[in-house]
């Protein structure tokens, strides 16, 4: 996705150097968040979609989003999703591309990876300790509207998959 062909490299000093993400300054001016790649994973079953419940501390705030995490070194978009999806929601399958999208272009250099499931059977996959997760299936239109409404919090992937959804369902 990232093409700099026509770009030249800019001056980049480093602020912090974190586990998955740096600060940066570019040519003295902006300051960017390197983040590693992520992966969110959209699963349906008719017009039920599935999500994981968890606290995000960025936000002090319980979100519903779509199976996601980082794309670790040394593995391909697709791979990060097949052991997120077997890791968070014990399942694998057929994944397919719907697209990529940088989370915010404006501050961040996050490219983030929308898959698709399909042919969905149990995998197994040792859970990230760190995480407390909840599976959660909800009706598609269900969960656009409590985002909509804001009672529910979620991440950009997600708003993302629940509007691919909806199209391809045909609701609103």
Do not use: C
């Not at 998955?20 to 300051?31: A, K, P, S």
């Not at 509207?145 to 045909?170: C, E, I, K, Q, W």
């Amino acid at each position: 996705m990232r093409s700099r062909a026509s770009v030249r490299e800019p001056r980049r000093e480093v602020l912090y150097q974190g586990r998955i993400v740096n600060l940066v300054r570019l040519d003295g001016r902006w300051e960017v968040a390197e983040h590693q790649p992520g992966v969110a994973i959209l699963v349906l079953e008719g017009r039920q979609v599935l999500g994981v419940r968890q606290e995000r501390p960025a936000t002090g705030l319980r979100t519903w989003e779509l199976p996601a995490g980082l794309v670790d070194a040394g593995e391909t978009p697709e791979q990060a999703a097949h052991r997120e999806l077997a890791e968070e929601a014990g399942l694998g399958g057929r994944l397919e591309l719907i697209t990529s999208m940088y989370s915010s272009p404006g501050f961040t250099d996050e490219l983030l990876y929308l898959f698709e499931a399909a042919d969905l059977e149990p995998a197994h996959a040792q859970a990230d300790e760190t995480e407390e997760l909840e599976l959660a299936w909800l009706d598609v239109q269900a969960a656009w509207d409590a985002v909509r409404n804001g009672t529910m919090a979620t991440s950009s992937p997600t708003l993302v998959g629940l509007g691919y959804a909806l199209a391809r369902l045909g609701l609103k």
